[in-house]
């Protein structure tokens, strides 16, 4: 999308929010979100700085959508994501969310198209520093956040909640079918407010099996989380292991699994203190020295409602017996929402 088409979105957002219709403006609502950080980074690949080390305020994530609720049952959402890209040198625009909605029941929510996928969102929810960091299994490229597809889900009361989603795999960039479609499904019970524990799964060839290049392998990934959230603490650990998920192609099949816990912690009015420790094996089979460390703590401080900011700093060593990369950063992040 290019920033004429940018900035024509955003004001056809505005256009819909501010409308002098009484009936249009009740029923369609604006929202956007943004990630953003300011700091300071050296990176080492063996020894020596790469091109990223240096000072620079980034804007990670730019969201920006509308909902437009018809009746008591069906709704609909469009967002984009605007993110810039070093590679190319200039800010993309993707279509993060667009999907229509029936709500049956709290029990039994339908949507259909680029939806949030059953693990990851869940995860950062609870996680609940996803402006300082995504969970590991976005982190380390192992699970889509979106996804385009038709997805049910819904709670009992409180304590049961489920997710299952039929999707085309390649995430929400990337709407393209394939042979087959993928399957995702999320379950958690929170037998006592603030204990939650949840089990997950996908199975699939994250479309890339088609007539003329067949998918020699089905990727594949278990999820297990379990935390304890209450306003003044939040603690958790989750657990992944993913076969063949780059290797759906490849000749030779491959796995990984790693671990992330987490903590925070309120020491006074709207001012936590939190870290976080991730641990994976990148390569179980093909390069087994292959191995991801990191860890992140800092200040968060919560400047009003929707505005969240933290001090905080970062440590990734990525390891084999042939290289290592590691980044520290420390500076400040930042997340605004309306």
Do not use: C
């Not at 099949?253 to 976080?276: E, T």
């Not at 409602?305 to 930042?334: C, M, P, W």
Request: charged share 20%; glycine share 8%; no cysteine.
């Amino acid at each position: 999308m290019t920033d004429k088409k940018a900035v024509a979105f955003a004001a056809a957002l505005t256009m819909a929010a501010g409308s002098s219709f009484p009936a249009l403006a009740d029923s369609t609502t604006v929202h956007g979100e943004m990630f953003t950080d300011f700091s300071w980074l050296e990176q080492q690949q063996d020894g020596q700085d790469t091109n990223l080390s240096g000072y620079g305020l980034d804007v990670k994530r730019f969201y920006l959508g509308a909902e437009h609720i018809f009746d008591d049952t069906w709704s609909a959402d469009i967002t984009a994501d605007f993110n810039y890209k070093r590679q190319d040198g200039e800010t993309q625009v993707y279509v993060k969310k667009a999907y229509v909605q029936a709500n049956f029941s709290p029990a039994a929510i339908f949507r259909a198209g680029s939806v949030a996928m059953p693990w990851i969102p869940f995860v950062e929810h609870i996680y609940g520093y996803r402006y300082v960091e995504k969970v590991i299994v976005d982190r380390l490229d192992f699970g889509n956040s979106y996804d385009w597809g038709v997805h049910l889900g819904g709670e009992t009361a409180g304590i049961l909640s489920y997710q299952t989603a039929l999707v085309n795999g390649g995430g929400y960039k990337n709407p393209t079918r394939s042979h087959g479609m993928d399957v995702a499904a999320r379950v958690s019970v929170q037998p006592v407010e603030g204990l939650i524990f949840a089990l997950g799964g996908y199975s699939g060839h994250r479309g890339m099996d088609f007539a003329d290049a067949p998918a020699n392998h089905t990727a594949k990934r278990v999820d297990a989380l379990a935390a304890y959230v209450q306003k003044a603490l939040r603690i958790g650990a989750e657990y992944f292991r993913a076969s063949n998920w780059n290797d759906v192609t490849s000749a030779m099949p491959d796995s990984a699994n790693g671990y992330s816990v987490f903590a925070s912690f309120a020491v006074g009015r709207n001012l936590s203190v939190f870290g976080r420790y991730d641990r994976a094996n990148l390569s179980r089979s093909l390069d087994p020295s292959l191995a991801d460390e990191y860890y992140n703590f800092g200040v968060a401080w919560q400047a009003r409602t929707n505005f969240d900011i933290a001090l905080v700093y970062k440590h990734e060593t990525r390891s084999s017996n042939s290289s290592q990369l590691k980044t520290a950063e420390i500076g400040v992040a930042a997340k605004v929402a309306f």
